[in-house]
């Protein structure tokens, strides 16, 4: 076995994924509550792979009501290296229509209210999320699309927004003056949170739609929802494609260790019961510092 476990959050519309082999749902319990489901572990070639439906079985739990945190905190309990993360978006721009790929590389966060760190009084850090995902990873996942027939492009800015409303007509065209390329509800906070777990991310986002903003058109739930199932079985074969082009040793990421920078408070003065939660996520930075 490789020093590979992948994490593969899959979001609307792709609720598992094909070629597990050996594979079991296991329960994870976390310090910040339940996660969105069990996760289904298992193994693809020479990689461990651990797949968590982001919404839950069945699409039970809205954006707005994720908890982020436990689901983070169960990939690293079970010792996930790299998360994968599928989500299913609206395009912003002409040039990514419905059925196309998005490789997102920058986030602008308009969630409001969602726990978006692990970390908090006594016990402060600031991670740099300048470049929030993993550009390796990431450019392993734009040669598994372009491998799997996805129309794929390997960059892309992704607007968070709150939901559980898709936009006005005004708030898309507010964020195609932005420079957004794409639009969803569920990559923020979850990539801060994979950031302070030193967990690589990347995010691949499923055009469902066209948002609002071209003339005389709304997003529209049924034709979503047709769209989901040909996207999910090109992210089904993207996920084959990435975990077989994975060499059979990971090197190590600058992201492993990214809390060794972020750390401020003082051994000291650290609040013990915060330090408890976090014995997965920031384990082993506390315990080197």
Same mark, same amino acid.
């Given at each position: 076995?490789?020093?590979?476990?992948?994490?593969?959050?899959?979001?609307?519309?792709?609720?598992?994924?094909?070629?597990?082999?050996?594979?079991?749902?296991?329960?994870?319990?976390?310090?910040?509550?339940?996660?969105?489901?069990?996760?289904?572990?298992?193994?693809?070639?020479?990689?461990?792979?651990?797949?968590?439906?982001?919404?839950?079985?069945?699409?039970?739990?809205?954006?707005?009501?994720?908890?982020?945190?436990?689901?983070?905190?169960?990939?690293?309990?079970?010792?996930?290296?790299?998360?994968?993360?599928?989500?299913?978006?609206?395009?912003?721009?002409?040039?990514?229509?419905?059925?196309?790929?998005?490789?997102?590389?920058?986030?602008?966060?308009?969630?409001?209210?969602?726990?978006?760190?692990?970390?908090?009084?006594?016990?402060?850090?600031?991670?740099?999320?300048?470049?929030?995902?993993?550009?390796?990873?990431?450019?392993?996942?734009?040669?598994?699309?372009?491998?799997?027939?996805?129309?794929?492009?390997?960059?892309?800015?992704?607007?968070?927004?709150?939901?559980?409303?898709?936009?006005?007509?005004?708030?898309?065209?507010?964020?195609?003056?932005?420079?957004?390329?794409?639009?969803?509800?569920?990559?923020?906070?979850?990539?801060?949170?994979?950031?302070?777990?030193?967990?690589?991310?990347?995010?691949?986002?499923?055009?469902?739609?066209?948002?609002?903003?071209?003339?005389?058109?709304?997003?529209?739930?049924?034709?979503?929802?047709?769209?989901?199932?040909?996207?999910?079985?090109?992210?089904?074969?993207?996920?084959?494609?990435?975990?077989?082009?994975?060499?059979?040793?990971?090197?190590?990421?600058? $992201?492993?260790?990214?809390?060794?920078?972020?750390?401020?408070?003082?051994?000291?003065?650290?609040?013990?019961?915060?330090?408890?939660?976090?014995?997965? $996520?920031?384990?082993?930075?506390?315990?080197?510092?």
């Amino acid at each position: 076995m490789s020093g590979w476990t992948l994490g593969i959050i899959g979001g609307s519309g792709l609720y598992g994924v094909a070629g597990v082999e050996d594979g079991r749902w296991e329960t994870v319990e976390t310090p910040w509550g339940p996660p969105s489901d069990a996760c289904y572990v298992g193994r693809m070639g020479h990689v461990r792979v651990v797949f968590l439906p982001r919404h839950g079985r069945g699409h039970r739990i809205p954006p707005s009501d994720l908890n982020a945190r436990a689901n983070i905190d169960a990939l690293k309990r079970l010792g996930v290296t790299d998360v994968l993360a599928i989500s299913s978006v609206g395009s912003l721009v002409e040039d990514r229509p419905p059925g196309s790929f998005t490789v997102v590389d920058q986030f602008i966060d308009r969630t409001r209210g969602r726990p978006s760190s692990f970390f908090g009084p006594g016990l402060v850090a600031h991670v740099s999320i300048a470049d929030p995902v993993c550009s390796r990873l990431s450019a392993l996942a734009v040669d598994a699309a372009r491998a799997a027939g996805a129309d794929v492009s390997p960059t892309g800015t992704y607007l968070a927004m709150e939901g559980p409303q898709f936009s006005t007509r005004a708030e898309s065209r507010l964020y195609r003056s932005w420079g957004c390329d794409v639009i969803g509800m569920t990559a923020m906070p979850e990539a801060k949170l994979a950031r302070e777990a030193e967990l690589p991310y990347a995010l691949v986002g499923m055009v469902t739609d066209y948002d609002c903003w071209r003339e005389g058109e709304a997003v529209d739930t049924a034709e979503i929802i047709a769209q989901l199932g040909a996207n999910a079985a090109k992210a089904r074969a993207l996920v084959q494609h990435l975990v077989a082009a994975l060499p059979e040793e990971r090197p190590a990421s600058p $992201i492993d260790t990214c809390l060794d920078a972020a750390l401020l408070t003082a051994p000291a003065m650290r609040d013990p019961a915060l330090v408890a939660l976090l014995d997965a $996520i920031a384990g082993r930075a506390l315990r080197s510092s």
